[in-house]
């Protein structure tokens, strides 16, 4: 069984060549694209990601926490 941690990492927890890392994952990279106007929602996608939003708020009530608070 897998526990999961939603804790915060206080900055000596930090790994120290964090902040002098490259970043190369795309969502840390900035594109020079010009980026596409989206498509609007349809109105199923809107009541979906309600739903899906209602749900999730449900989930993570359920969720006991593991923060840690304070430094």
């Given at each position: 069984m897998h526990s999961n941690s939603n804790a915060v990492l206080t900055p000596e927890l930090i790994h120290p060549?964090?902040?002098?890392?490259?970043?190369?994952?795309?969502?840390?990279?900035?594109?020079?694209r010009n980026p596409k106007q989206p498509k609007p929602l349809s109105s199923f996608e809107t009541d979906l990601r309600?739903?899906?939003?209602?749900?999730?708020?449900?989930?993570?009530?359920?969720?006991?926490?593991?923060?840690?608070?304070?430094?």
């Open positions: 060549n964090f902040f002098r890392m490259t970043k190369k994952h795309p969502h840390t990279t900035h594109s020079k309600q739903r899906w939003v209602l749900n999730q708020s449900a989930v993570m009530a359920q969720i006991p926490s593991t923060a840690v608070l304070g430094a």
